[in-house]
Structure formats: C-alpha cells, structure tokens
C-alpha cells in the first residue's frame, strides 16, 4: 500500500495510456507503478459453487376479470362513492 505523500490519502491503481499508475483519488497525485508493485495490488477471489446465487425475478400478476365482473366492480364503486357523497352532506 502506498500513501499519498500530498494528502495522505490511500493511492489506488489506475490504468492511464495502457500504463497502470497509483492514483490519489483526492487529490490526482499519479506515480507510475512497477511490475513488481503491480504484483503486489492484484487481487482473485473465487466463491465456492454452493455460495453462488441465483437472481430472482418477481412479476406482478394481475387479476383477470371478465367484462361481466369489470361491470359489476363499476356498479359497486359508484354506489360506495354515491353514498359516501351523501354521508357528507
């Protein structure tokens, strides 16, 4: 790990111009990287097969009705917003 000598900021690697150089993200302070310290900042994970995860898609279903039905919804929402007007008057 290198610091900043500016800031004191932890420099990061950064491809510029096909060349990997630490980068301060703070204040843009670049020094060229050897290969020997481009070694050193490579990192490789894997993750065994049993802890992988799948991803989960979630679809909203709407009910279907029938025109019959559809009607009938109508009719009912009228008479409930009809009374609800009356009640308030």
Excluded: I
């Excluded at 302070?29 to 290969?35: A, F, I």
């Excluded at 989960?56 to 929402?77: H, I, K």
Aim: hydrophobic share 30%.
């Amino acid at each position: 790990m290198r610091f900043c000598p500016r800031d004191g900021t932890l420099m990061v690697p950064h491809k510029k111009d096909g060349v990997t150089v630490l980068k301060c993200p703070k204040c843009g302070y670049e020094v060229k990287l050897s290969e020997k310290a481009k070694e050193a900042y490579r990192q490789k994970a894997e993750v065994a097969e049993e802890k992988k995860r799948g991803v989960m898609v979630a679809e909203e279903r709407r009910p279907e009705y029938d025109q019959e039905e559809m009607e009938e919804l109508r009719r009912q929402l009228l008479e409930n917003l009809q009374e609800a007007e009356r009640e308030t008057d």
